[in-house]
Nanobody, 118 residues
Framework: QLQLVESGGDLVQPGGSLRLSCAAS????????MGWYRQAPGKEREVVAR???????DYAEFVEGRFGIFRDNAQNTMFLQMNRLRPEDTGVYYC????????????WGQGTQVTVSS
């Protein structure tokens, strides 16, 4: 099993930056595919960025080069660096982990609030 705890969410002005962290506890962190998802008020959860166990990444279209996802397996931590933030980036950001071989076993953090407003 895995436990995930997000941190780093804050209130920032448009154009600002935030770094979100996802700290994992448990075993075999390096084997998991990881991802950041977000949910804005009144909207469905959507993927922001994903990174596989071997470090391959992909991003949602709306990222437009502004964000970077990376992981530090030695520290059991995954990060989302967000730059040039926009008001529409506002939402609760969640950390996700799963093993492709076990699609029924997925782990989620409790989320961290990101608010982009002037």
């Amino acid at each position: 099993q895995l436990q995930l705890v997000e941190s780093g969410g804050d209130l920032v002005q448009p154009g600002g930056s935030l770094r979100l962290s996802c700290a994992a506890s448990g075993s075999a962190f390096s084997m998991y595919d990881m991802g950041w998802y977000r949910q804005a008020p009144g909207k469905e959860r959507e993927v922001v960025a994903r990174i596989t166990n071997v470090g391959s990444t992909d991003y949602a279209e709306f990222v437009e080069g502004r964000f970077g996802i990376f992981r530090d397996n030695a520290q059991n931590t995954m990060f989302l660096q967000m730059n040039r933030l926009r008001p529409e980036d506002t939402g609760v950001y969640y950390c996700n982990a799963h093993l492709r071989a076990r699609p029924a076993s997925e782990y989620w953090g409790q989320g961290t609030q990101v608010t982009v407003s002037s």
